[in-house]
């Protein structure tokens, strides 16, 4: 009998999911618009500053791994 009712509650999730109506399905297109954005920002920041950016890396490698 409880076995059923399990069944019968995700039967009943998968149904609400495939409807639409799942509380928990969140903003799909929102989250994209954020990732796309942030990879636009991103690139605008390194593309003008990518030497500068470099050298600070490797200055900071540098110094990490030459023990001083």
Not at 10 to 33: H, N
Request: aromatic content about 4%; charged content about 15%; cysteine-free.
């Amino acid at each position: 009998m409880r076995l059923m009712t399990l069944f019968l509650a995700a039967l009943a999730a998968l149904a609400a999911r495939l409807r639409g109506e799942d509380p928990e399905r969140g903003d799909v297109p929102g989250w994209v618009m954020i990732t796309v954005m942030t990879a636009a920002l991103v690139l605008a920041i390194l593309v003008p500053f990518r030497e500068a950016i470099v050298n600070a890396v490797q200055n900071a490698l540098d110094s990490v791994t030459s023990g001083g």
